[in-house]
């Protein structure tokens, strides 16, 4: 499932964003595309994962522009 996902990223020119440690490391392997947002909580919420994704807005533009980029880890 994860080879279909990183497959189906990489062709739509998506993100990833996970929980999941495996495309974090896909990522240092493959490199990109497709980016990775890994969101690395233990168990939270969906309304958790939202504040925290939208707390850090701007990293993840940043990221989202920077073409030597392949992961971005938030906590």
Request: some cysteine; glycine content about 4%.
């Amino acid at each position: 499932m994860d080879t279909t996902i990183w497959e189906y990223a990489r062709n739509q020119n998506y993100t990833i964003v996970s929980k999941d440690s495996d495309f974090y490391q896909r990522s240092f392997v493959m490199g990109h595309p497709p980016k990775v947002i890994w969101i690395q909580r233990g168990n939270c919420s969906t309304n958790d994962i939202y504040k925290l994704l939208r707390k850090n807005k701007e990293a993840i533009k940043t990221f989202g522009d920077k073409a030597e980029s392949s992961f971005l880890v938030l906590e």
